[in-house]
């Protein structure tokens, strides 16, 4: 028989699990086949030395360390159940207040970005534009210091004209141009300028100064006439002098006159 | 200074002719300051100041002969006008050496040249500008003023006399006339564009109904006063005409 068949049978004989018949065959093969008591042998031997090793046991460390680390888990999961809320319905709410609370923090945190943009982009045109009136100005007051051409002192005042405040460097040299330019109209216009501005108490003490200083006919008319507008009771005092004097020509006597009693 | 005097014999040779004499000076910019009692100024293409004398009197006075004729101001006469002219560099002065005797000055100025006119006593007359697209500023106290084909800008003041200006088809900015008891009397083209003041404390303001004045608003309310304050043709130009006493005419060519 063959050799496989053999092993098998020799290995069920060993361990006596052969049934009478074909035990006794074996036996009648192993007295009449050399080989196949060679083979019995060698089977016998390792059967035996299988049985004989001891089974493969951790150590005893090994044992305590596992259950060290098995305890650590078990803990450690029992922790992160505490925040485990056992009804269903606390989880789904807990779960849909987060998602609203990070998407207002988000919202919030984009429209401060967006706002600082904003203001970044506004600080940056006030920029220019501060700039740009600063050049204006520059214009404006090289316009009013030209000496050759009246025309071009007016339009420098005709620019003041167009600003919706002036500073007081502006409100110096219209002063100065009222006070002491040698041309009426030029006078006039920056009286005109002046009149725009006239809430701004430099102003104010400016015109009740140039009152008392002009000597031009038709600026001081239209002086008078401004103070009794913005009814500036101080100015009662110049216009008196003003009436007394004997080189003011009539027209201005009169205005003078007629300022007293309008402020009186 | 250039100093051409046309030689009194070829005037005399040329007589009958009422412009008898004439003075140079070459400036085609800077000012002109006319210091005397009346005159007209004429625009001209050239690049000289030209003055010449209208008075009948051309005649000069033999017994002068090499002598120059002086004023209490130490003043010369140096054109033989009746005038002296003196070249401060860029302005040219001129003066008249009489007091209560304006000489009847005619110029010709060149386009670049700021054209002044002063003058403050009452012995004068009437200062005219024809054909001037000068700059042209005035002040005086008892002349009055006439303007014809003028452009701007102007400054003109008067205390006493009147102003009567015919503008060209082109103005420029800005234009402001003033006067404390004679009148304005202004022509515009139709068209012009103009950012308009006009005001008189105790006068009237006429103006030609073509013009359309958009009166300025304040908050959609108009301020109630004696002074007009809008636009022609949406606006442009500034033109300030500032009456005390006398009335303001506006009219339309």
């Keep these: 028989m063959e050799k496989e068949k053999l092993e098998s049978l020799l290995i069920d004989y060993i361990d006596n699990r052969l049934n009478a018949v074909d035990k006794h065959m074996i036996e009648q093969e192993l007295v009449r086949n050399a080989d196949a008591y060679k083979l019995y042998e060698e089977l016998k031997e390792l059967i035996q030395v299988i049985e004989q090793s001891s089974p493969m046991e951790p150590s005893q460390d090994l044992k305590i360390n596992f259950d060290k680390i098995l305890n650590e888990e078990i803990a450690g999961s029992e922790r992160s159940r505490t925040i485990f809320f056992r009804p269903a319905f606390y989880r789904v709410a807990a779960a849909v207040a987060l998602m609203i609370l990070s998407g207002a923090i988000g919202f919030w945190i984009s429209n401060n970005n967006e706002q600082q943009k904003r203001l970044a982009a506004i600080e940056r045109e006030m920029e220019i534009t501060r700039k740009q009136l600063a050049d204006t100005k520059q214009v404006m007051l090289g316009m009013l210091g030209d000496e050759q051409s009246a025309s071009q002192r007016i339009k420098g005042v005709n620019v003041v004209l167009g600003f919706s405040q002036a500073d007081d460097e502006i409100v110096a040299a219209l002063l100065n141009t009222l006070n002491s330019d040698p041309n009426t109209n030029v006078r006039l216009a920056a009286l005109d300028a002046l009149e725009k501005f006239q809430l701004d108490p430099l102003v104010r003490k400016g015109l009740i100064e140039a009152l008392a200083k002009q000597r031009d006919p038709m600026v001081q008319i239209t002086l008078i006439q401004l103070m009794v507008q913005m009814k500036e009771k101080e100015v009662v005092r110049d216009l008196q002098r003003i009436m007394d004097d004997a080189s003011t020509i009539q027209a201005v006597k009169d205005e003078a006159y007629s300022g007293i009693l309008k402020l009186s | ?253």
Excluded: W
Aim: proline share 3%; net charge neutral; aromatic share 8%.
């Design chain 2, 1 to 253: 200074m250039k100093k051409r005097n046309i030689i009194v014999a070829l005037a005399l040779v040329f007589s009958g002719v009422t412009q008898a004499q004439e003075f140079k000076i070459a400036k085609s910019s800077g000012r002109l300051e006319l210091n005397i009692g009346r005159v007209t100024v004429h625009g001209h293409e050239g690049n000289e100041i030209i003055f010449f004398s209208n008075n009948r009197k051309s005649e000069k006075d033999e017994r002068a002969e090499g002598l120059t004729a002086v004023n209490s101001l130490g003043l010369v006469d140096n054109t033989g006008l009746g005038i002296n002219v003196a070249d401060k560099g860029n302005v040219i002065e001129v003066y008249q050496l009489k007091k209560t005797n304006a000489p009847d000055i005619k110029v010709l100025v060149p386009r670049g040249v700021i054209v002044s006119f002063r003058h403050e006593s009452e012995h004068g007359g009437t200062a005219r500008f024809i054909k001037l697209p000068n700059e042209i500023e005035v002040s005086t106290q008892y002349n009055s003023i006439e303007l014809e084909e003028v452009t701007g800008p102007l400054t003109i003041e008067t205390t006493y006399g009147s102003v009567t200006a015919d503008f060209s088809s082109t103005i420029k900015d800005p234009v402001s006339i003033v006067s404390v008891y004679g009148f304005i009397d202004v022509t515009l083209p139709q068209a012009t564009k103009a950012n308009l003041k006009l005001s008189t404390s105790y006068g009237d303001i006429f103006v030609a109904p073509e013009f359309n004045i958009a009166v300025a608003t304040k908050d959609g309310m108009r301020v109630y006063s004696d002074k007009i304050s809008g636009t022609i043709n949406g606006g442009g130009i500034n033109i300030d005409l500032n009456c005390n006493y006398g009335k303001i005419y506006l009219r339309k060519k």
